[in-house]
C-alpha cells in the first residue's frame, strides 16, 4: 500500500524519529550504492523554488534516481488540466510525485488519485520535509526533542502549522507569538488541542522566547508583497534582534527556513550571529529529503 507525505499528521512519532535517525546516518555517512537506481522521481512547482527544487534533485541523484521536473507555466497544469488526470498520467511514468503548489487541496487530490507516493514539497498549509530538516537539526544542537521548548514569532503560517504538528506529535512545548490578525489556523488549532497542552499562543515575543531552547522564524510576507508596508508595521515588534535573543537561555539556537528578508522579520547580527543555525538547517534539507524518498520508494 503506497503511503505519502502531506502533512506530519502522515506519519507516526516513531517514524519521524526513525526518518530523523536515517537523515542523520546518511549526512555522517553518504550512501554511495545507488538504492534508488532505477526509479524516477517527479517534481512539479507552482511556485519558484530553490531549496526545494535542488534540494529534492540532488538528494534523488545521490541516491541514483532520476528526475523530471516540471513547471506549471510548461506544463498542461498551467492550461487547466486538473490534478487527477495529471495524477493518473504520472503515475504511468514515475515512481513518486513532489509538488510545490498553493492550496494544501491540491495536493491532497493529487495524492487521491495517484497510485504512487506524493510528497507535499510545500502548500500554503503545511511544509512538512522542512520541518524535517528543522527537526534534525534541533535534535543535532540539543538533542531530545520532547524535552525542549520551542519559540515560534512572526507570521501564522505553513510553516507555523507544521511546527504545531510536530509539536502535538512529539510532545515538546511550543510557544508562538504572531500579531492578533495573523494567528495560525482556528481549525487547526481547536484539532490540536485534543491532542495536547503544550501548544501556547500569544501576542508578547519577548514571553514566547523566554527560556527557548529554539528560536524559529520566517518571512513576514508572501513572494512580491516585500514592500507592504502596512504588513511590515504590524511585524515589526516580531523581529528577531539580538534584543528579543536576550529572552531566550544563552545556548539557545536560531532557525529560519529561508528565503530570509534581512532588516525584516531577522537581523544579519542575528542570522550570522554564532546562535545562527540556518545554514546548516537548509543543507539538511538534503538529507532528510534522502530519508523520506528512501522509505516511499526503497528500503524502510
Same mark, same amino acid.
Given at each position: 500500500?503506497?503511503?505519502?507525505?502531506?502533512?506530519?499528521?502522515?506519519?507516526?512519532?516513531?517514524?519521524?524519529?526513525?526518518?530523523?535517525?536515517?537523515?542523520?546516518?546518511?549526512?555522517?555517512?553518504?550512501?554511495?550504492?545507488?538504492?534508488?537506481?532505477?526509479?524516477? $522521481? &517527479?517534481?512539479?512547482?507552482?511556485? /519558484?523554488? +530553490?531549496?526545494?527544487?535542488? @534540494?529534492?534533485? %540532488?538528494? *534523488?541523484?545521490?541516491?541514483?534516481?532520476?528526475?523530471?521536473?516540471?513547471?506549471?507555466?510548461?506544463?498542461? $497544469? &498551467?492550461?487547466?488540466?486538473?490534478? /487527477?488526470? +495529471?495524477?493518473?498520467?504520472? @503515475?504511468?511514468? %514515475?515512481? *513518486?510525485?513532489?509538488?510545490?503548489?498553493?492550496?494544501?487541496?491540491?495536493?491532497?487530490?493529487?495524492?487521491?488519485?495517484?497510485?504512487?507516493?506524493?510528497?507535499?514539497?510545500?502548500?500554503?498549509?503545511?511544509?512538512?520535509?522542512?520541518?524535517?530538516?528543522?527537526?534534525?537539526?534541533?535534535?543535532?544542537?540539543?538533542?531530545?526533542?520532547?524535552?525542549?521548548?520551542?519559540?515560534?514569532?512572526?507570521?501564522?503560517?505553513?510553516?507555523?502549522?507544521?511546527?504545531?504538528?510536530?509539536?502535538?506529535?512529539?510532545?515538546?512545548?511550543?510557544?508562538?507569538?504572531?500579531?492578533?490578525?495573523?494567528?495560525?489556523?482556528?481549525?487547526?488549532?481547536?484539532?490540536?488541542?485534543?491532542?495536547?497542552?503544550?501548544?501556547?499562543?500569544?501576542?508578547?515575543?519577548?514571553?514566547?522566547?523566554?527560556?527557548?531552547?529554539?528560536?524559529?522564524?520566517?518571512?513576514?510576507?508572501?513572494?512580491?508583497?516585500?514592500?507592504?508596508?502596512?504588513?511590515?508595521?504590524?511585524?515589526?515588534?516580531?523581529?528577531?534582534?539580538?534584543?528579543?535573543?536576550?529572552?531566550?537561555?544563552?545556548?539557545?539556537?536560531?532557525?529560519?527556513?529561508?528565503?530570509?528578508?534581512?532588516?525584516?522579520?531577522?537581523?544579519?547580527?542575528?542570522?550570522?550571529?554564532?546562535?545562527?543555525?540556518?545554514?546548516?538547517?537548509?543543507?539538511?534539507?538534503?538529507?532528510?529529503?534522502?530519508?523520506?524518498?528512501?522509505?516511499?520508494?526503497?528500503?524502510?
Amino acid at each position: 500500500m503506497k503511503q505519502d507525505l502531506l502533512t506530519l499528521w502522515d506519519l507516526e512519532p516513531q517514524e519521524i524519529l526513525s526518518l530523523l535517525e536515517v537523515a542523520a546516518q546518511l549526512k555522517q555517512n553518504p550512501d554511495h550504492s545507488e538504492p534508488l537506481k532505477g526509479k524516477t $522521481l &517527479g517534481l512539479i512547482f507552482e511556485k /519558484a523554488s +530553490t531549496r526545494t527544487k535542488v @534540494s529534492f534533485t %540532488v538528494a *534523488a541523484y545521490q541516491l541514483g534516481a532520476q528526475v523530471i521536473t516540471l513547471e506549471q507555466q510548461n506544463s498542461q $497544469l &498551467g492550461r487547466g488540466e486538473s490534478y /487527477a488526470d +495529471t495524477a493518473k498520467v504520472l @503515475s504511468r511514468y %514515475v515512481d *513518486a510525485i513532489m509538488i510545490r503548489t498553493f492550496g494544501q487541496a491540491s495536493a491532497e487530490e493529487m495524492a487521491r488519485h495517484a497510485s504512487i507516493p506524493v510528497i507535499n514539497g510545500l502548500s500554503d498549509m503545511f511544509h512538512p520535509c522542512q520541518l524535517l530538516a528543522d527537526l534534525l537539526t534541533v535534535q543535532e544542537n540539543k538533542g531530545d526533542l520532547s524535552q525542549l521548548k520551542i519559540s515560534w514569532v512572526g507570521d501564522g503560517n505553513n510553516m507555523t502549522h507544521s511546527w504545531m504538528v510536530a509539536a502535538a506529535k512529539l510532545g515538546f512545548e511550543l510557544c508562538i507569538a504572531t500579531p492578533a490578525s495573523q494567528e495560525p489556523d482556528g481549525d487547526l488549532m481547536k484539532q490540536l488541542s485534543t491532542v495536547t497542552d503544550k501548544i501556547v499562543l500569544t501576542q508578547d515575543p519577548f514571553a514566547a522566547v523566554k527560556g527557548a531552547d529554539v528560536v524559529n522564524t520566517d518571512t513576514w510576507v508572501s513572494m512580491g508583497e516585500e514592500d507592504d508596508k502596512e504588513a511590515l508595521e504590524i511585524y515589526q515588534p516580531y523581529q528577531l534582534n539580538s534584543e528579543l535573543l536576550k529572552s531566550a537561555k544563552d545556548n539557545a539556537i536560531v532557525l529560519h527556513c529561508l528565503p530570509a528578508h534581512r532588516g525584516h522579520e531577522i537581523t544579519d547580527e542575528v542570522m550570522d550571529g554564532p546562535q545562527s543555525k540556518v545554514w546548516d538547517q537548509a543543507e539538511n534539507r538534503l538529507h532528510a529529503q534522502k530519508a523520506v524518498l528512501l522509505r516511499l520508494l526503497g528500503r524502510k
